[in-house]
């Protein structure tokens, strides 16, 4: 019953395509926000390049999974390293992206606790002086 309905609305295939690549692109897009973010001084450029990576490395894997009987081995074996290489590159940039992430965080975190301590000072100082004048 559970089968047919979801057939109905929508195929097993296109469920799981439709995951498949929104997955690829949330990772492409913290991967190229966050390789930018690691090089801000030429930020459009770097973005623009890390995005030619990203579909580079989504169309090798596409075409090795489809050719992959008629390809030859030295085809096989760069478009493989090459998609090896340029995953590496994107879990940089995901690391780039969560790093500057958590050091906005914890520069936040910092200016708070600095804050309290100075509001904690002020606190003690207007106490005394509130006991003196008594």
Not at 1 to 21: E, W
Not at 46 to 73: C, D, N
Not at 103 to 125: N, R, V
Request: no cysteine.
């Amino acid at each position: 019953m559970k089968d047919k309905l979801i057939d109905r609305i929508i195929s097993f295939d296109r469920l799981l395509g439709i995951t498949a690549l929104t997955i690829a692109l949330v990772a492409a897009f913290f991967s190229v926000y966050g390789i930018a973010t690691l090089f801000a001084g030429a930020f459009t450029l770097t973005a623009i390049m890390a995005s030619a990576l990203e579909v580079g490395k989504l169309v090798s894997v596409t075409f090795l999974y489809r050719y992959w009987q008629k390809t030859k081995s030295f085809l096989k074996i760069y478009l493989g390293l090459a998609t090896v290489v340029l995953m590496l590159v994107t879990s940089l940039g995901i690391f780039g992206y969560l790093s500057a992430a958590y050091q906005k965080s914890a520069i936040e975190f910092k200016a708070g606790q600095e804050k309290i301590a100075l509001i904690e000072g002020q606190k003690t100082y207007l106490h005394d002086k509130v006991t003196q004048s008594q």
